[in-house]
């Protein structure tokens, strides 16, 4: 990138990734399973780069399209939206003329919708372990409402055992979600299946993955099977959860 540090801001700060490793030249951010670089040098354009001075484009599949649409003008960032026979996509670019597509992730092949969200926490893997397992945690920063409340949470972390949480956002809505885990390795992988009281015989899929990164923990964040015609904004909510829990294990 020819201008760096406006580069990094704008991935930062506009599209809300999180950084995993900053140097001087070279800034790591977290891209669901991946990771996407940010170097130092290049040339910018104020215009789109043609497909001579930039031949990659980056495009991104979303499960909330119009959420993630209304997140990105939010924050600031111009759009454009177009429709075409086998879908929908949103192109911006980024502060050195580099184009972004969002695509609808329900038009991907008829597969079933996935959600990936990497975050980091400032405590060792073990402090978010027992966020995700001590059901008096649990009720200080589960739901997406950052003025709602748990009302119940019960745990019974296994392998076959199962969950219920119930929380009220602040408008009055009660949701209750549950399921069972699959997977429970401590400090390191919880998996475990997804429903909620109100949409009985839909079935989705957490997992949940920990590692070490520093002094603190990386999470990775999957939420498969989602149900494509939900009308919950998992996108938006497991971020604005994750904050929660951020500020709950401080």
């Known amino acids: 990138m020819e201008h760096y540090e406006r580069a990094v801001g704008f991935y930062e700060k506009a599209l809300g990734l999180p950084v995993i490793e900053r140097k001087d030249a070279l800034t790591v951010f977290g891209f669901g399973r991946s990771y996407l670089m940010v170097e130092r040098n290049g040339f910018s354009s104020k215009q789109e780069k043609t497909r001579e001075q930039s031949p990659v484009v980056l495009r991104l599949d979303v499960v909330d399209f119009d959420d993630s649409v209304a997140e990105l003008l939010e924050r600031g960032v111009g759009l454009t939206v177009k429709s075409y026979p ?33 975050r980091t926490f400032p405590f060792p893997p ?35 055992g199962g969950f219920e949480v119930t929380f009220r956002n602040s408008d009055g809505t009660e949701f209750t979600c549950f399921g069972s885990y699959s997977a429970v390795v401590e400090g390191q992988r919880l998996a475990f299946t997804w429903q909620w009281k109100n949409t009985p015989g839909v079935i989705e899929s957490v997992d949940i993955q920990l590692r070490a990164e520093g002094e603190g923990t990386l999470m990775v964040f999957e939420h498969a099977d989602i149900d494509p015609d939900t009308s919950h904004g998992y996108q938006a909510g497991w971020n604005n959860t994750f904050d929660k829990l951020n500020r709950c294990l401080s």
């Open 126 to 160: 073990a402090r978010v372990w027992q966020g995700w397992t001590d059901p008096a945690l649990v009720r200080r920063w589960f739901g997406s409402d950052p003025q709602g409340t748990v009302l119940g949470a019960g745990l019974d972390v296994r392998v076959g």
């Open 86 to 118: 086998w879908g929908r996509i949103a192109f911006f670019l980024d502060t050195e003329g580099n184009r972004i597509e969002l695509k609808d992730h329900r038009w991907a092949g008829g597969a079933s919708p996935k959600l990936t969200i990497v």
